[in-house]
Nanobody
């Protein structure tokens, strides 16, 4: 059984920072790409970032480039999302997700396993 433990969400002020963590078990973590998605109220789920198994390919949605940094620790079966210069529009539930492939998925339908989500709220 694939399990996720997400943490690090919470309340931040505009311009502040948060660091999300996602620890997994039940999968061969270092074989697969892993990403972060978010879903704001009334909006569709959006891909935020993704990293390949060996860190050689990393993707960010344009709206977070230069502010968010994804990283993974294969020894800990964990992926992280460092979020700096947070803005109110970053408010959403953030999910980590694994795609059973070495390349990042094109959209949410490519991802096979999902975390439970962690709430990020940014106040202005």
């Amino acid at each position: 059984e694939v399990q996720f433990v997400e943490s690090g969400g919470g309340l931040a002020q505009s311009g502040g920072s948060l660091r999300l963590s996602c620890e997994t078990s039940g999968i061969t973590f270092d074989d697969y790409a892993i990403g972060w998605f978010r879903q704001a109220p009334g909006k569709e789920r959006e891909g935020v970032s993704c990293v390949s198994p060996s860190d050689d390919r990393i993707y960010y949605v344009d709206s977070v480039k230069g502010r968010f940094t994804i990283s993974r620790d294969n020894a800990k079966n964990a992926v992280y999302l460092q979020m700096n210069s947070l803005q109110p529009e970053d408010t959403a539930i953030y999910y980590c997700a694994v795609v059973v492939d070495v390349v990042c998925g094109h959209d949410e339908f490519d991802y096979d396993y999902w975390g439970q989500g962690t709430q990020v709220t940014v106040s202005s």
